[in-house]
């Protein structure tokens, strides 16, 4: 990592000059692009399908302001490690609204799993309206954490893509039964199936649940608080966006 150092303004022109960094441009940009890097592989995908089909436009993007309103109220006091989870409407046009966010945790896994106990509950709260995909760079991550429980068909060939929370539980809707190997178009059919689809047994609820239910208190837990001094017009701003 590239660092700036500041000299006070009484240094002499010679010990400015021995006290200078010596950068290296390409090591400059090496460290960016592995950083972004880093980003692609540290972050959650989160993909919220409205089961409705016949849904209007506008009732479509009222159930996202309703969506993004719940995710603000269970996470108002959080601080997340890069960007704040929030949805958007996927690709306007198709035969099923879809929204889409995702959650760069970083360093910090506790908001990867922050980010699916959010969309475990935003699955409970709009029962019956949305089916909620929470994958991330390793896949069905929430399968991983409840693989010891999993029965013998859920493979990861016959899950991928088709690993969802629906009505606050984990439901696998079997791969081998859909048409199309395709992901997307794999997915989109499954999200067809997932109210028909059995949940997976109590043992493996009670799995997951034992690390979603974790937080937000895990997460309240691991945050550290510091009192500084700032211009008020700083004060102001973080405390209407502690985000920032």
Sequence with gaps: AAIARRLPSSASPARARSMQWNLDPDDIFAARAAEAGARERDRVECEVYVLDESITESRADALLLALNAEIARLSAWHVWQRDAFALERAARGSSRAVFRGCVEFGDCVDDAWFAAHLARALSATFADAIAVRVWDDDGEFLL?????????????????????????????????????????????????????????????????????????????????????????????????????
Excluded: M
Aim: proline share 6%.
């Design 144 to 244: 991983i954490e409840t693989a010891e429980a999993l029965p013998g068909w859920v493979t990861p060939e016959r899950a991928h893509g088709c690993t969802f929370l629906y009505k606050g539980r984990l439901v696998v809707v079997d791969g081998d039964e859909l048409a199309s190997n395709e992901s997307s178009v794999r997915t989109r059919e499954a999200v067809g199936k997932v109210a028909s689809a059995a949940p997976l047994s109590d043992e493996v609820q009670r799995v997951l649940s034992a690390r979603l239910d974790a937080f937000p208190a895990r997460a309240l837990e691991n945050r550290h608080d510091a009192y500084v001094w700032t211009p008020r017009r700083v004060g102001e701003a973080l405390r209407r966006e502690p985000q920032l």
